[in-house]
């Protein structure tokens, strides 16, 4: 049976919360790029604690990936989801929309739950950086300057098969908010492998008085 790491949304939030003076100090971002879905509630719940006074929330842009296979019948994982080996895009941007454009010349946030493998993180910020440049030279825009960065909840401790690029570790523009052991991690949005009990407050309800 595979081991199992239950996280709660507090947790979440508290993560997100200790993670943010870094990433507006050294990141110092203008957009998110949440990868889907793990991505997603990061992201919106991050944002809030980007938020800087007399400042507009940052932009959320979202981008779906797929890496994950599901074994059900895979005893030797315990019927959970296992790396695949080919990323598999669901959702991207829109290469002639304003949606590419608004990328140039941006300090940019890519949001993930997890870093596995590092695979899907790999071709996010390739395949990303080739979209920005073409964006770049199709607009005239040469000489501005898109810098990617990286945040996730966890980082796997684990040898990894996908590459970031030399400036972007050099340059600590990656971060994981928790570094856990190569142990299954279940997010309290997957709701097949949640553990409700452990995610939810539970309200008791009480009786009202009535009005007059």
Not at 151 to 178: C, I, S, T
Request: neutral net charge; contains cysteine; charged residues 25%.
């Amino acid at each position: 049976m595979v081991k199992k790491l239950y996280v709660t949304y507090n947790q979440v939030h508290k993560l997100c919360q200790a993670s943010a003076n870094r990433i507006l100090n050294d990141f110092n971002p203008q957009l998110m790029i949440a990868i889907g879905g793990g991505g997603y509630v990061p992201a919106r719940i991050l944002r809030s604690f980007l938020k800087r006074a007399n400042s507009p929330n940052i932009p959320i842009q979202a981008i779906g990936l797929s890496l994950y296979e599901h074994k059900d019948h895979d005893d030797a994982n315990g019927g959970v989801e296992v790396p695949g080996t080919q990323v598999k895009r669901t959702q991207w941007l829109d290469l002639s929309s304003l949606e590419m454009a608004n990328l140039i010349g941006k300090n940019i946030v890519i949001v993930d739950e997890v870093d596995d493998t590092r695979t899907t993180l790999e071709y996010a910020v390739r395949e990303l950086e080739k979209d920005v440049e073409t964006a770049r030279e199709r607009l005239g825009r040469q000489g501005e300057t898109t810098k990617f960065s990286i945040f996730v909840l966890h980082n796997k401790d684990k040898p990894k098969k996908g590459r970031l690029p030399d400036g972007m570790l050099k340059e600590n523009r990656y971060l994981a908010a928790q570094t856990v052991e190569d142990i299954w991690i279940c997010y309290p949005w997957e709701a097949a492998y949640a553990a409700p009990e452990l995610f939810y407050v539970k309200v008791i309800p009480r009786e009202i008085a009535p009005l007059g």
